[in-house]
T-cell receptor
Framework: EAGVTQSPTHLIKTRGQQATLRCSPI?????VYWYQQALGLGLQFLLW???????NRGNFPPRFSGRQFPNYSSELNVNALELEDSALYLC????????????FGPGTRLTVL | QKEVEQNSGPLSVPEGAIASLNCTYS??????FFWYRQYSGKSPELIMF????GDKEDGRFTAQLNKASQYVSLLIRDSQPSDSATYLC???????????FGKGTSLLVTP
């Protein structure tokens, strides 16, 4: 069974640009979660999508947004990039409502110059 | 703010010894508890989950949960150098909600 996949692996942008990160969940999983892991910090919850709807978001500004598509894949958009947005962005999926065990993808390393 | 606390380490143990990793949480209503392992530059990998008070064993790993004390631990028996990684404790308030992670404990197993 294929795991969670994310693309791209690495992304380099400059301040003020927009970044789009993509995630495909494990087959059959309907929930997708996005986390940010900045250097020296723990995993910070960004967004949770289930059945195409945003269910919850963490303490991040509105320039962090996303969506979930009918096939349950998801994308995370970060507008007006700032230097401190440089981090590893992790996507996880789960069978929401049945189990809350989350499985992580390999992550996208975003570097903002 | 619902906190999950872990000692940052590094925790150094000799090969073959038992490594004991600890985690406390502040939300008394927490339902599910997870341990993930994260190698440097990689994504977290699920090791174990535990929902009920007591011990849960899986191979060399044992998770222990004490909800009254709001404490969860992970024991690694017969530690190997390949176990050297950061171990993340994660807590979920209820099914389907985002996990609240501790900052992790760095484990170093020395040959």
């Amino acid at each position: 069974e294929a795991g969670v996949t994310q693309s791209p692996t690495h992304l380099i942008k400059t301040r003020g640009q927009q970044a789009t990160l993509r995630c495909s969940p494990i087959s059959g999983h309907t929930s997708v979660y996005w986390y940010q892991q900045a250097l020296g910090l723990g995993l910070q919850f960004l967004l949770w999508y289930d059945e195409g709807e945003e269910r919850n978001r963490g303490n991040f500004p509105p320039r962090f947004s996303g969506r979930q598509f009918p096939n349950y894949s998801s994308e995370l958009n970060v507008n007006a990039l700032e230097l401190e947005d440089s981090a590893l962005y992790l996507c996880a999926s789960s069978l929401a409502g049945l189990t809350d065990t989350q499985y992580f993808g390999p992550g996208t390393r975003l570097t903002v110059l | 703010q619902k906190e999950v606390e872990q000692n940052s380490g590094p925790l150094s143990v000799p090969e073959g010894a038992i490594a004991s990793l600890n985690c406390t949480y502040s939300d008394r209503g927490s339902q599910s508890f997870f341990w993930y392992r994260q190698y440097s530059g990689k994504s977290p990998e699920l090791i174990m989950f535990i929902y009920s008070n007591g011990d849960k064993e899986d191979g060399r790993f044992t998770a222990q949960l004490n909800k009254a004390s709001q404490y969860v631990s992970l024991l690694i028996r017969d530690s190997q150098p390949s176990d050297s990684a950061t171990y993340l404790c994660a807590v979920s308030p209820e099914s389907g909600y985002a996990l609240n992670f501790g900052k992790g404990t760095s484990l170093l197993v020395t040959p």
